[in-house]
């Protein structure tokens, strides 16, 4: 496996469901970002992780949580979704946290909240 | 005012045409210019990025930056069907990749 890749594809879950979305970098990258993207809506950042350690979560509600084991992966936890909620859910990584820094994205997780 | 201001579309033009994909933006700081192109079902990936004022061309790919107008655009030359997708622009100030903005995305199709 090369680049940035997420599992599952696909997720259908109901409302008080509780599932996990993964993602695993395969170029030794430092930094990690959960995005959400939603329809005719700017891509959201979520949360960033660098080295491990959380730096920013905008604001996002408790029934998604973050973890981050290690540099090469990232989780996010779902629990008691929303509708609302539904979106393609990103990871992307980078080689630090400058802004020069591409982030590569994969190729995301379509989430649909029943 | 949204920070960044794109057009969302869809922008749908013939094969061989000049495509123009634009981005307003409020916020002065910003210095640091980026085209991002999603396919159908697939994550971004950056096409261009840009430092500060001024035009940057890699191959039919053209990305100006016009920091006095704080408007940003991606010219596209002799468009191709492989061209078809959603163009991102992203833009940032100083600080870490976290405080990156992104528009909504143009969606653009290139027909045969």
């Known amino acids: 496996e090369t680049g940035v890749t997420q599992t599952p594809r696909h997720l259908v879950m109901g409302m008080t469901n509780k599932k996990s979305l993964k993602c695993e970098q395969h170029?030794?990258?430092?930094?990690m970002y959960w995005y959400k993207q939603s329809a005719k809506k700017p891509l959201e950042l979520m949360f960033v992780y660098s080295l491990e350690e959380r730096v920013e979560n905008n604001s996002v509600p408790s029934r998604f949580s973050p973890e981050c084991p290690n540099s090469s992966h990232l989780f996010l936890h779902l629990h008691t979704l929303q509708p609302e909620d539904s979106a393609l859910y990103l990871c992307?990584?980078?080689?630090?946290?400058?802004?020069?820094?591409?982030?590569?994205f994969g190729p995301g997780t379509r989430l649909t909240v029943l | 005012q949204k920070e960044v201001e794109q057009d969302p579309g869809p922008l749908s033009v013939p094969e061989g045409a000049i495509v123009s994909l634009n981005c307003t933006y409020s916020n002065s700081a910003f210095q640091y210019f980026m085209w991002y192109r999603q396919y159908s079902r697939k994550g971004p990936e950056l096409l261009m990025y840009?430092?500060?004022?001024g035009n940057k061309e890699d191959g039919r790919f053209t990305a100006q930056v016009d920091k006095s107008s704080k408007y940003i655009s991606l010219f596209i030359r002799d468009s191709q069907p492989s061209d078809s997708a959603t163009y991102l622009c992203?833009?940032?100030?100083?600080?870490?990749?976290?405080?990156?903005?992104f528009g909504k995305g143009t969606k653009l199709t290139v027909n045969p």
């Open positions: 992203a833009m940032s100030a100083q600080g870490g990749s976290e405080k990156l903005v």
């Open positions: 840009t430092y500060s004022s």
């Open positions: 992307a990584s980078s080689q630090s946290r400058a802004p020069t820094n591409e982030q590569f």
């Open positions: 170029l030794g990258h430092n930094a």
